[in-house]
């Protein structure tokens, strides 16, 4: 069941989490996505923390969570088809085709929960 309160205390954690990697990227910037956010600047406008903020939280879970959960996927389904894992564990050229599989059988994510409209024509 959906904890809202849980879910925005967690929010709130990791906003405070990031700002202090903010604050410091922006004295310092460093070779990483956090500094190319603080920096960013087109026709002279510059991302505020809030939509750096907003950014990061979409990035983190798009990140992680379709990762883990594809990789794991993918060990379930070679372990639980073990002539797939032994063609992979023979011909390793096959583990590009074995992950996209992996994607296409068993995707990590069902449905994106996004605004997207189509343009009227
Ligand atoms: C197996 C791995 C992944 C899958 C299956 C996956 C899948 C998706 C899907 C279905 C969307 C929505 C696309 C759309 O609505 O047009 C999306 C968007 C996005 N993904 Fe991934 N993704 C994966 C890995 C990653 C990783 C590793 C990152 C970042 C490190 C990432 C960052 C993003 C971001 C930022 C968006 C939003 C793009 C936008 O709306 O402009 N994804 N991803």
Same mark, same amino acid.
């Given at each position: 069941?959906? #904890?809202?309160?849980?879910?925005? =205390?967690?929010?709130?954690?990791?906003?405070?989490?990031?700002? %202090?990697?903010?604050? $410091?990227?922006?004295? =310092?910037?460093? @070779?990483?996505?956090?500094?190319?956010? /603080?920096? %960013?600047?087109?026709?002279?406008?510059? &991302? @505020? @923390? $809030?939509?750096? +903020?907003? +950014?990061?939280?979409?990035? &983190?879970?798009?990140?992680? $969570?379709? *990762? +883990?959960?594809? *990789?794991? #996927?993918?060990?379930?389904?070679?372990? !639980?088809?073990?002539? =797939? &894992? @032994? %063609?992979?564990?023979?011909?390793?050229?096959?583990?590009?085709? %074995?992950?996209?599989?992996?994607?296409? +059988?068993?995707?990590?994510?069902?449905? !994106? /929960?996004?605004?997207?409209? /189509?343009?009227?024509?």
């Amino acid at each position: 069941m959906t #904890n809202w309160e849980r879910g925005i =205390q967690a929010s709130a954690e990791l906003k405070a989490y990031l700002a %202090a990697i903010l604050e $410091e990227r922006r004295r =310092q910037p460093a @070779d990483d996505v956090i500094s190319v956010l /603080a920096t %960013a600047e087109l026709d002279g406008e510059h &991302l @505020d @923390d $809030e939509e750096i +903020f907003s +950014f990061l939280r979409l990035l &983190l879970p798009a990140g992680v $969570e379709t *990762t +883990f959960r594809s *990789t794991g #996927n993918l060990l379930y389904l070679l372990l !639980t088809h073990p002539e =797939q &894992l @032994d %063609a992979v564990r023979r011909d390793r050229s096959l583990l590009p085709q %074995a992950i996209e599989e992996g994607l296409r +059988f068993e995707p990590p994510l069902l449905l !994106t /929960a996004g605004s997207r409209r /189509a343009t009227p024509s």
